[in-house]
């Protein structure tokens, strides 16, 4: 079975500064790797993948991720936020065959001070 | 492209009475799935679809939850009677699930049930 724990369930920072949220998994098989985002009042959309290939993805609005095998985590790092970043940020794993069954995290509120 | 249309957006009603939602995937996406996503919480699976299928139900409270996609497109989930724990966000996302699937969700808006 797969699982994924995000570390922190808050995280305040202020306009400008660097931020990394966390996020580590445990699967039996091989998976690929995501991170979503959302917006209060709306669905969650895609900010990143890992597939395969590099371990440094990037994504939208500037953010990035690593996929670090041996740790099994796959934190999202961003080098300024901006104060339209806050918002939920979730990590999820899906199994790379039998019934794709997506696994999420329970998200990481970030919250963007001025 | 058209997203994923869910609707209504807002539902209250009281406990014992039921509800449905109503979900319309992106064209042409194969799976189909319902997610509860509680305040403060990541999104709980509780029903994948295949095309008209069912993949994994497992954590679907049957005895008061059902759904359905007929024709393999547009899909319903039914709650009655409805309980207080009910009171969440029901999110509907769907996925192209071919074979170089990337396995990225498109999620609609989410249907916010609020059960008194």
């Known amino acids: 079975a797969q699982s994924v724990t995000q570390l922190d369930s808050q995280v305040p920072v202020f306009e400008e500064a660097p931020v990394e949220l966390r996020c580590n998994y445990s699967s039996s098989v091989s998976v690929y790797l995501f991170w979503y985002v959302q917006y209060p009042n709306q669905g969650l959309q895609l900010l990143l993948k890992?597939?395969?290939?590099?371990?440094l993805v990037k994504g939208i609005n500037g953010f990035e991720a690593e996929f670090n095998k041996s740790q099994t985590s796959f934190h999202l790092r961003k080098p300024s936020v901006h104060i339209s970043d806050t918002a939920e940020y979730f990590c999820a794993v899906i199994t790379t065959s039998g019934t794709y069954k997506y696994i999420f995290g329970t998200g990481t509120r970030l919250k963007v001070l001025a | 492209e058209a997203g994923v249309a869910q609707s209504p957006r807002y539902k209250i009603i009281e406990k014992r009475q039921s509800v449905a939602f109503w979900c319309n995937p992106i064209s042409g996406h194969a799976t189909l799935y319902w997610y509860q996503q509680i305040l403060g919480q990541g999104p709980k699976l509780l029903i994948q679809f295949q095309n008209n299928g069912v993949v994994d139900d497992s954590q679907l409270p049957k005895d008061r939850f059902s759904a359905e996609r007929l024709k393999g497109v547009d899909s319903t989930l039914k709650i009655q009677p409805a309980k207080l724990e009910d009171s969440a966000v029901y999110l509907c996302?769907?996925?192209?699930?071919?074979?170089?699937?990337?396995?990225?969700?498109?999620f609609g808006e989410g249907s916010r049930l609020t059960v008194l």
């Open positions: 890992y597939l395969s290939g590099s371990t």
């Open positions: 996302a769907s996925s192209l699930m071919a074979a170089t699937n990337t396995g990225e969700l498109f």
